[in-house]
């Protein structure tokens, strides 16, 4: 009879979690999007389907995933949000995060303007084109919820506490959008638009348009249902 060696299932479910982890922080699974299926994700990683739930479970509460049952899993942050904050933001009433959510994004467009990288604006336009085709052959989803072209404009604002801040008030809004408590309120095409104007702003690099852009697009996204 064989024995497996001592701490190669602790170490094969580190190592899964570290490439799911690096999958969505690189971008190789975009905000919004759908990743690959457990059996997918068994053949490419060569580990079990525990391993992989557990790694999923594992990102799954620190907001980084979200399953939705008979949906998939769901990319919805590139980094650890605090449950605390949530959980905190969530016990608060819905025209209250809306005003919190647009206060965040017309500060962080306006310094995106600023600040942006050549870098940072291209992934943006390449995120406003992924929107527009809508590619569903990526597995990429454009739910109602703020998602990959957002979040480049806070990372472009060069605040970390901000992203932090960010990251745990959309939390707070998919929830709100769960309990019936938020709905979207413009079409696709609609919003498009708005992350048109907001682009242009940011890569003319011109802070007072961005935040006009922002706010415009803040107060007419989503509503109280």
């Known amino acids: 009879m064989t024995t497996r060696p001592p701490g190669r299932g602790t170490d094969r479910s580190r190592e899964t979690l570290r490439i799911l982890t690096e999958n969505i922080t690189s971008g190789r699974w975009p905000l919004n999007s759908r990743i ?17 739930r557990e790694a999923v479970s594992s990102l799954a509460a620190m907001g980084m995933l ?31 995060v809306l005003q919190v959510r647009r206060m965040l994004e017309v500060e962080a467009t306006g310094l995106a303007a600023l ?5 940072q604006l291209a992934r943006l336009r390449a995120a406003h ?5 809508g590619d569903a052959s990526q597995g990429i989803v454009r739910g109602e919820t703020p998602g990959e072209f957002h979040a480049i404009v806070v990372e472009a604002a060069g605040n970390s506490l901000l992203a ?3 990251a745990g008030l959309l939390r707070g ?9 938020l709905r979207s309120s413009i079409t696709r095409a609609e919003r498009l638009a708005d992350h048109a104007r907001i682009l242009e702003a ?13 706010a415009d697009h803040a107060d007419r996204d989503l509503t109280i249902a």
């Open 164 to 166: 932090d801040l960010y």
């Open 36 to 52: 690959p299926t457990e059996s997918q994700l068994m053949a490419e990683l060569g580990v079990g389907r525990s391993t992989i």
């Open 173 to 181: 809004i998919r929830s709100s959008m769960r309990r019936g408590a």
């Open 115 to 119: 600040l942006r990288t050549v870098d």
């Open 129 to 133: 084109e992924r929107d527009v085709a």
């Open 202 to 214: 940011i890569a003319d690099r011109d802070p007072e348009r961005a935040r006009r852009a922002a």
């Open 66 to 96: 979200e399953p939705a049952r008979s949906r998939g899993t769901f990319v919805r942050s590139v980094n650890p949000v605090s449950s605390v904050l949530s959980e905190f933001l969530g016990q608060h009433d819905a025209a209250e």
